[in-house]
């Protein structure tokens, strides 16, 4: 898919970018906020969220902007890669435009202390295609839009950025705030957080992105994915979110596997 075919789906690269408010669709956006809420509200059941899927040809690019709205958000082939025994590596998700390299590596939290937004704790481990393998040291390159449907810029506002190490056991924790969704040109995106893996060296193995289950504009309801640039609609990647206590605030925790396909 030519970079030109994918011009409709994704606003133009950005450094200042405009509140949520400020686009056409605000009361669309703002209706589905709502419900998105209330559906947080509900407080949707205890999870367990498995990794998986299949596919994604790993981009071999480094940290340094070679994976930017191109070849690499081109979605192509799917499930691919399911062994005998059923593991299934994690499935690939469009890098979008809103990657920033050089995010800082950080210990608890992606988001900065006093960051609005309903307090999020993802945890999980990273295993090798064997689904077995713990892969220790390796990173996740995280990004996200804030509460209100917005990116930091990057350079040095960092907000919502950051990279999360595994520990010897290929598990990995992070906090966060639940993202807000955002408009762009073509439509709504449902919530979500963007992650590239990274090996121990910095190179980037696997770009995905983790949803929320319930979110009504996932798969065939979000736009990106029926333009066959974004993949919401794999639910192993739609985490299942419970009620918990976060750095001694009331917010949500969920869980995720994911498996690194073969080099
Ligand atoms: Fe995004």
Redesign the pocket.
Same mark, same amino acid.
């Given at each position: 898919m030519s970079n030109s075919s994918l011009t409709p789906v994704y606003r133009p690269r950005i450094v200042s970018l405009p509140r949520v408010t400020d686009v056409a669709t605000r009361p669309a956006v703002e209706r589905s906020r709502r419900e998105f809420l209330s559906w947080l509200a509900a407080g949707t059941a205890v999870a367990a969220v498995g990794a998986v899927g299949c596919t994604a040809a790993a981009s071999g690019g480094t940290e340094e902007g070679d994976e930017l709205l191109g070849s690499d958000d081109a979605l192509t082939g799917t499930d691919a890669g399911v062994d005998a025994g059923g593991c299934r590596v994690t499935t690939r998700d469009a890098t979008?435009p809103?990657y920033e390299p050089g995010a800082p590596i950080r210990a608890v939290s992606i988001a900065e202390p006093g960051e609005k937004g309903v307090p999020l704790l993802v945890e999980g481990r990273l295993l090798g295609p064997d689904c077995r393998t713990a892969l220790k040291g390796y990173t996740l390159d995280l990004w996200?839009?804030s509460d209100a449907g917005e +990116?930091s810029p990057g350079g040095s506002d960092m907000r919502l950025r950051g990279k999360i190490v595994t520990d010897q056991f290929g598990r990995y924790s992070f906090e966060s705030v639940l993202p807000g969704r +955002?408009a762009d040109a073509a439509g709504i995106?449902p919530a979500?957080i963007?992650v590239t893996f990274r090996s121990p060296a910095g190179n980037a193995l696997l770009t995905s992105?983790i949803y929320f289950q319930g979110d009504p504009y996932l798969g065939k309801e979000d736009y990106c994915t029926r333009a066959g640039v974004c993949n919401s609609a794999d639910d192993a990647r739609h985490l299942l979110l419970q009620n918990a206590i976060v750095s001694k605030r009331v917010g949500k925790r969920s869980f995720f596997d994911a498996i690194l396909p073969r080099a």
């Amino acid at each position: 898919m030519s970079n030109s075919s994918l011009t409709p789906v994704y606003r133009p690269r950005i450094v200042s970018l405009p509140r949520v408010t400020d686009v056409a669709t605000r009361p669309a956006v703002e209706r589905s906020r709502r419900e998105f809420l209330s559906w947080l509200a509900a407080g949707t059941a205890v999870a367990a969220v498995g990794a998986v899927g299949c596919t994604a040809a790993a981009s071999g690019g480094t940290e340094e902007g070679d994976e930017l709205l191109g070849s690499d958000d081109a979605l192509t082939g799917t499930d691919a890669g399911v062994d005998a025994g059923g593991c299934r590596v994690t499935t690939r998700d469009a890098t979008g435009p809103y990657y920033e390299p050089g995010a800082p590596i950080r210990a608890v939290s992606i988001a900065e202390p006093g960051e609005k937004g309903v307090p999020l704790l993802v945890e999980g481990r990273l295993l090798g295609p064997d689904c077995r393998t713990a892969l220790k040291g390796y990173t996740l390159d995280l990004w996200q839009a804030s509460d209100a449907g917005e +990116y930091s810029p990057g350079g040095s506002d960092m907000r919502l950025r950051g990279k999360i190490v595994t520990d010897q056991f290929g598990r990995y924790s992070f906090e966060s705030v639940l993202p807000g969704r +955002y408009a762009d040109a073509a439509g709504i995106r449902p919530a979500h957080i963007h992650v590239t893996f990274r090996s121990p060296a910095g190179n980037a193995l696997l770009t995905s992105q983790i949803y929320f289950q319930g979110d009504p504009y996932l798969g065939k309801e979000d736009y990106c994915t029926r333009a066959g640039v974004c993949n919401s609609a794999d639910d192993a990647r739609h985490l299942l979110l419970q009620n918990a206590i976060v750095s001694k605030r009331v917010g949500k925790r969920s869980f995720f596997d994911a498996i690194l396909p073969r080099a």
